[in-house]
């Protein structure tokens, strides 16, 4: 290790409600309480619902919570105000993107995407194969092999831009273009992606990014979706999905569905107020930063991490691209007694995640971690390796949620 | 009005967070603050997920959240234990349910729905037909017409029972009944049922149960939604939102989708923890409370409405069905000044609201109403009415939400 870094003078660890002495590596899978949550919902239960019953939706904008939590995650995506809506849960979301994606191209029956997608977007475009029952294939190549495998045929392309278990990066822009250039529609899966690195929608031009927020967005858990259309496109699509919410006027209580315009018609039933409240506090902690600034820190903080754990443990093999460029904000090791390890490393206050069948996964996250967190990390780790603490009885036995 | 009645002895008004002096007839729309709320939200937001982070999806039961809430709401609908799952909104829950009801019948095309449904369904009902494109027609028909109109080409029989605007109740067992004779799927949307009116989905034997939380079981603005399935007819249906919590095996990200055993499979995606948090607290008020009970104490309430109003206010027309066993729990009145009286009544501290084109709505609620609520209400009405309190220009203005 090199010494002390800045982490550049982003850290807003006060921001968090972090238990003392935890370095916590998991943001990347559910993020920390930020301080502003709790009195926030709480507002929402009694000051609002509570005094004011049905009065709320009125008095308290709750109606407008999709658009005004939108409208704070579109800078972190490259997105232009009102062209992100939230709501319901990524899965949902994506299903929403792939049925829109495959109706404006009613000719082809490819949807493609790669073996480092998360299971859900496979497993909701398989669904909504079946559903349509018109012949589409779901097409998995592998992650590296995506862009020789757009062809003339594919009618959307979907892939989640970090790969959740290893942490590889695609480039949003290279890969937009040759979906496009083919014709194809490109949806991205934000997931690991917003609030960890930069992105920009607008600047590659793709269709449909959606994402979760309870990751590096801190949003608490099941915090609600998003879901960006390319505004030239949004008043094109019919929803699938057509709930009131996405109606031209939901309380007019027509019996035939009108989309809204914009995306609001991606909006499908009543916002989750509770939930929304606490995302909405979340992302607070957002003010006045740079994903650039996030970024050069997380490099930073990912390559000490690399480098302290490549020196200190050798029986560990990175798992994560090298190149930073081609990493998200996590870095991930294979390791024959991950599981167990990372057990012993959590019995530590390290918290980190595995994933089948080898994968220690850490996440990078620079408003609430510096260089001693990444430190102690290491030296953890180091020791959970040199003492082979993994080879307990107690870590063997998996829980449900790993 | 006939003298002191006692509510039958469920008055639970100490376990609601009411503000002093309101008169509540609105929870058919947004249930009040149920007192134990607050502190629960408060304890998953900072014992939880604060303090435990990651850890608390095991340590505190958060993915089992819809299966245990599920089973909370399963004895108010006359449903088994396990056959109803939590998540989502109200709208997806429709579009799931009629998603399985046409593969069903794979050879019917006809969704049967009535105008007195609410229009999210009809909407859901319409994005589905059109991305299907396998030529099904919604066919909407007057409330009274559904026996009749039940034809051997009907898949699905879609109904709301209690009608949002009137209060009229479709008779469950006997519709259930003649859809079968029929070969029809049928789905019962309880909104305005689950804790308002006995509902016995196992006694009928409809395929599907789908409903809100918000209203009449208090979880909340945006309480996830519920979902029932019969279930000898579970195991047999591939879901079309087939998301990762409804797989056999979400934790060991498989890339094919194989769905869970039982309800499990009508799960998506991650559980919205803090709104299942204060639905699950909220539902703690029907400990001990029998639907037979509620029932008879919001007859005599509503009928003592009623009768005082029609004595009182001869310019209001009943919208709702005169006898009370074919209404719900909430009583309407058509009014041509209707919005602006409602808002004379709520500047009161009564509280109704308003449904187009003229129709007042009031919500009985006997958790947290008594007689003397009634009467007060009975006596504001009276008043606005005598003093033509709603001839103010204030009272004109519609808000969004109304």
Redesign the interface.
Known sequence: MDGPLTTLGITRKHLF?L?EG?V?L?GN??G??PRA??EA??RV??AE???D??????LHG??DQPRRVGDLIAPLIGAPSGSVTM??????KV?QAL?AAL?LRPDRRIVLSD?GN???D???A???I?????GHQLR?VAPEEIPEAISEDVAAVLLTQVDYRTGRMHDMAEITQIAQAAGAVMIWDLAHSAGAVPVDVTGCAAEFAVG?T?KYLNG??????FIYARPDLIDTI????????G?AAP???????RPAGGIERLR?????????A?LEAALSVWDGVSMAEVRAASIALSERFIAGVEAACPDLRLASPRAPEQRGSQVSFHFEHGYAAMQAL?ARDV?G?F??PDIMRFGFTPLYLDEADVDRAVACLAEVLADRLWDNPAYAAR????
């Open positions: 409600d238990p935890l916590y998991d899978s559910l920390p309480l949550v709790p919902v709480a239960m009694q619902w509570g005094a019953l049905i009065k709320g939706w009125n709750w109606m709501g319901d849960t990524l899965s949902i299903h049925s109706s073996s998360f299971p859900s496979l497993y909701m398989e669904g909504l079946a559903e349509l029952d018109r998995i979760c309870y608490g858990p099941g915090a609600p979706a019919a929803p699938a999905l057509s709930g009131w919410l109606h309380f007019a209580f027509e019996t035939t569905y499908v039933g009543t916002p989750p107020v509770l939930q929304l606490a959590i918290i995640d994933r089948a829980s449900r949620v790993t």
